[in-house]
């Protein structure tokens, strides 16, 4: 075959090394290189070769700027790496065995959680057969000292090996370090030949510096051991059974504290989630944080148990007919799996719940249901066969939204519709140990109906830090108003509906060249035929061009006339900083939100409210300023991490 020359991209300070070995073959090597320059963009790097022994010309021929680091004779990987240190300009030190072949964007996943997570010391990609299947999803080193290679020759697409964790070790077919530890820990341990247990030995010692080894399935890499080795099998054994004895020997202390004995507590030692408390969450597919606030919320509360160092595995059910539950919902699976959380899906989760949750039962401390409709149809089986502790997040009372509604259309379906919700919902109140709710008015009203059970106001959205949005834009960069919502929940639809043909009106009258902007998924036919000269029909846009809105807007104006719960679209424009005009069904749920933000239920009072915020600085930046203090308040992580932790306890 006729091989071209390979170049690598050319960095003056590249923020990696890659440190690659010579292959079992020339091939071999040759297609690995070319794959790290196909499948490597967006980040600088260089490359170093290690030659054992005489520099051969072809190295030479075919790879003309690779830097090549010659040793007089075989070294241990670390050794190795340690041989090569002063050389490398990369802050990141991969190590990578030319007997492999990386996949699209390899090095930049890696790169990526490194920046992340300053307390990752080393971190390794999926490692595949050449067939496929995963050859490791990191190691699991068992208490007699002996490993296993997690997951090696099942599917790479399970479940099991998606998410990013912990692990005991990883194979050094492919891992990357700080080029700060490697320096720190000054080559390998001599007592340990066998490959196996250098790859241990270094997990060991990372995390004895404070460190943590983790395993990121976003990055593959294809791996094709190769059979030519010139010790015997004899040979290996006896090699192995020394390492073994003294691996023990140096890391029992550790190995008897921390480890398993083999094949036992696999739900643990996988990823090392021993001393970490287990919650299941339970939504909606997704969930699709993008486009629902009760999506949002339960997004936001996965951070926060993430952040709490909890071990968190999300089910995705969809209740909707037609549609596929326990499938990957992209972007949402990749993004959950990314923070750490161990996401069910597959055609066998959806059959076989019931023997996962048996299966699991011990390991269960929390489980979170988030909707009644998704309570009703999960909290029986986790009562039957575990002994954790149910918390029912309600997201809103459906009965009340329902009777509400009718109560508006005089549509006596919705009369009933809200007897059904209201025996569903207390069932399931009554059936859980703690209830979370997002309404300080639904606290009060339920804390009546049910006056011994724990209920808790918990905030509905999080926020880590404080939003910037009123540095960029002030009163005067800003003009129109905007309303934000998606349309298949009906007090959307009717608000927008409403307030386009009975409020707008008298706003243009006076004030003509206000306009409003419809933003929002699941658009109806009625929404689209309210589009004007004033009414701009946006529908969904991304969150970038959301933000956008926030900060080019005057106004947000929430005019629901019935719902339940906490609004969303509120929370989020006052932590954009924009004033909102709403209604009291709008404003329902939120304390002593009355003393600053502007409340009307009937068109004409309204309508005066946007003229009269719309037109004054000093109003206008009265509610801007009184939003940020209610936001730090009320949706700090801190506040909310407070009411969690009533019900939730994280020390071991």
Known sequence: MNRKPLCFPKFIQPKISIILTKGSTFKRMYYCIKSIIQKTCDISYEVVLINEGPLSEKLRKYFPNIKIVEIPTKQGFLTLLNYVAGSALGDYVVFLASDSKVKENWLGHLFETMERDKQIGVIGPKLLDPNGKIWASGGVVWKNGKKTLYGKGDDKRNYQYNYLKEVDYLPSVCIMMRASILKHLRGGDSRFTSPAYEDMDLAFRCRQLGYKVVYEPTSEVIFYPSDKDSISRRGKRVIRKRNRTEFVNKWRHILYSENFKKGKDVFWARDRSRNKKTVVVIDENGPKFDKQTVARSTFHYLNLFISMGMNVIFIGDNHWVNQVNYCRQEPYTTTLEKLGIQVLYGEWNESNLISWIKK????????????????????????????????????????????????????PFLLKQADKWKGIEFEIIEKSDVIHVV??????????????????????????????????????????????????????????????????????????????????????????????????????????????????????????????????????????????????????????????????????????????????????????????????????????????????????
């Open 360 to 411: 699991h039962s011990r390991y269960i401390d929390y489980v979170y249901l988030c909707r009644p409709h998704i309570a009703k149809k999960y909290l029986n089986q986790f009562k039957k066969y575990t002994s954790a502790k149910i918390i029912y997040n309600n997201c809103d009372l459906h009965y009340l939204r329902e009777f509400r509604n009718y109560q508006v259309t005089k549509n």
């Open 439 to 652: 309404s300080s008015f639904e606290q009060e009203l339920l804390e009546r109906y049910f006056p011994k059970k724990p209920i808790r106001h918990i905030p509905v959205f999080i926020y880590d830090k404080q939003h910037t949005s009123r540095e960029c834009s002030t009163f005067d960069n800003r003009s129109h108003i905007m309303f934000i919502g998606q349309f298949a929940h009906k007090p959307n639809a009717d608000a927008v509906e409403w307030f386009c043909q009975s409020i707008l009106p008298l706003v243009t009258k006076h004030a003509p060249g206000i306009k409003i902007y419809i933003i929002g998924a699941n658009l109806t036919s009625n929404i689209k035929k309210l589009a004007s000269e004033n009414v701009i029909i946006e529908g969904q846009v991304s969150d970038s061009k959301l933000e956008e809105f926030y900060k080019k807007c005057k106004l947000v104006v929430a005019p629901l006339r019935f719902g339940a719960g906490v609004k969303g679209k509120v929370i989020e424009a006052m932590y954009n900083g924009v004033p909102v005009i709403t209604t009291s069904i709008g404003a329902e749920g939120l304390p002593e939100i009355e003393e600053f933000l502007p409340i009307a239920n009937c068109e004409e009072n309204f309508a005066s409210y946007i003229l009269d915020v719309y037109y004054s600085r000093d109003k206008w930046e009265y509610i801007t300023n009184k939003s940020y203090e209610y936001i730090q308040r009320f949706f700090s992580k801190d506040y909310a991490r407070q009411q969690i932790e009533k019900d939730i306890r994280i020390s071991q």
